[in-house]
């Protein structure tokens, strides 16, 4: 099993800048693959990026693209978003969730086994 911790949330202008983490419990974390969802108030949850066991593979929403990287750090068991050129509708509660197949390259929620708690990330314009 794989407990998930995210952090990093907060206000920021837009423009700005934030970053993401996710730790993970367990001797596992590498051979998951991970992703970020966020979800908005009053929409449904929306997959963000994703990245393989290996980090080698990642892949992204098209309106994320070349403002969000997603990268992974498996000594320390960690995922990372770093979120770039910020914008109001970036507004959301960011979640980081494990999938066991390690491929990462899933978008649809139900291909995740683990979430967490999520962490809330406010844009001002």
């Known amino acids: 099993q794989v407990q998930l911790v995210e952090s990093g949330g907060g206000l920021v202008q837009a423009g700005g800048s934030l970053s993401l983490s996710c730790a993970a419990s367990g001797r596992t974390f590498s051979t998951y693959g991970m992703a970020w969802f966020r979800q908005a108030p009053g929409k449904e949850r929306e997959f963000i990026a994703s990245i393989s066991w290996s980090g080698g593979r990642t892949y992204y929403k098209d309106s994320v693209k070349g403002r969000f990287t997603i990268s992974r750090d498996n000594a320390k068991n960690t995922v990372y978003l770093q979120m770039n050129s910020l914008k109001p509708e970036d507004t959301a509660l960011y979640y980081c969730?494990?999938?066991?197949?390690?491929?990462?390259?899933?978008?649809?929620?139900?291909?995740?086994?683990?979430w967490g708690q999520g962490t809330q990330v406010t844009v001002s314009s």
């Open positions: 969730a494990a999938e066991s197949s390690g491929w990462g390259m899933y978008r649809e929620r139900l291909r995740y086994d683990y």
